[in-house]
C-alpha cells in the first residue's frame, strides 16, 4: 500500500519563528490532507490539497503530485500552534493513509 | 457548518463488555469510516462504509468489530468483547465522494481496564 513519511518528528520553536513540515508519499495520490491534532486529541482540518497551494492566515501548504511530496508552512509560529501535524494521503483504495507525524512544540 | 459528531466522548469499560460507539456523519455525504489511535501512535484505518455494507476493511477489524447504520443518521462501531489493546481514541469521518475531503469527528477516547 501506499506508504507516507513526514519529517521531521519533532519539531522545537521560539514564539514568532517559522517552519516547514514535509509529507513525502509513494505512489499517486488523488487526495491529500493536512490536520492539526490539539492537546485534547481532535484533529482540526487544515488542508484539502491534492495538488497545487493554499493559504489560511499564517499556514500555508503546497503540494507537488509529480514529485510526490507536500509542504506544510506555519509562520510566526504561537504557542496554540503546538500539537502533532499529520499528513494523510488517499491513492488507489477508499482509505486515507496516516503518516506518523510531526511533534510542534512552540515555546513562548 | 457541517460536522461530524461523536458519542461518548470518553468511556471506560471493563474488559469482556461489549462497546458501541455512535457517530452522526454530515447529513449529505455518502461514505463513512471509523479510525483509531492508539496513544501516541499514528492514526490507523479500521473500515470503510459505502450503501449499507462495508467497502474496505483492515487487518485489526476482525471479528469483534462490527459497523451499522441502522436509520438515516447514525453510523455505529460495535466492539463485542473488549481487551485492554483496544484502548484508543476513535476517530468517524464521512466525506461526499471518493475523492473529497474527509471531516473527522472529535473522536470517542476508550479506556478498558
Known amino acids: 500500500g501506499i506508504q507516507v513519511e513526514q519529517s521531521p518528528p519533532d519539531l522545537i520553536l521560539q514564539e514568532g519563528a517559522n517552519s516547514t513540515l514535509r509529507c513525502n508519499f509513494s505512489?499517486?495520490?488523488?487526495?491529500l490532507q493536512w490536520f492539526h491534532q490539539n492537546p485534547w486529541g481532535q484533529l482540526i482540518n487544515l488542508f484539502y490539497?491534492?495538488?497545487g497551494t493554499k493559504q489560511n492566515g499564517r499556514l500555508s501548504a503546497t503540494t507537488v503530485a509529480t514529485e510526490r511530496y507536500s509542504l506544510l508552512y506555519i509562520s510566526s509560529s504561537q504557542t496554540t500552534d503546538s500539537g502533532v501535524y499529520f499528513c494523510?494521503?488517499?491513492?488507489?483504495?477508499?482509505?486515507?493513509?496516516f503518516g506518523k507525524g510531526t511533534k510542534l512544540t512552540v515555546n513562548p | 457548518e457541517p460536522e461530524v459528531t461523536q458519542t461518548p466522548s470518553h468511556q471506560v469499560t471493563q474488559m469482556g463488555q461489549e462497546v458501541i460507539l455512535r457517530c452522526v456523519p454530515i447529513?449529505?455525504?455518502?461514505?463513512f469510516y471509523w479510525y483509531r489511535q492508539i496513544l501516541g501512535q499514528k492514526v490507523e484505518f479500521l473500515v470503510s462504509?459505502?450503501?449499507?455494507?462495508?467497502?474496505?476493511k483492515s487487518e485489526i477489524f476482525d471479528d469483534q468489530f462490527s459497523v451499522e447504520r441502522p436509520d438515516g443518521s447514525n453510523f455505529t462501531l460495535k466492539i463485542r468483547s473488549t481487551k485492554l489493546e483496544d484502548s484508543a481514541m476513535y476517530f468517524c469521518a464521512s466525506t461526499s465522494g471518493l475523492v473529497g475531503e474527509l471531516f473527522f469527528g472529535e473522536g470517542s477516547r476508550l479506556t478498558v481496564l
Open positions: 505512489d499517486s495520490v488523488n487526495n
Open positions: 447529513s449529505n455525504h455518502l461514505y
Open positions: 462504509f459505502y450503501n449499507n455494507e462495508i467497502s474496505e
Open positions: 494523510a494521503v488517499r491513492g488507489g483504495s477508499e482509505k486515507l493513509v
Open positions: 490539497i491534492p495538488s
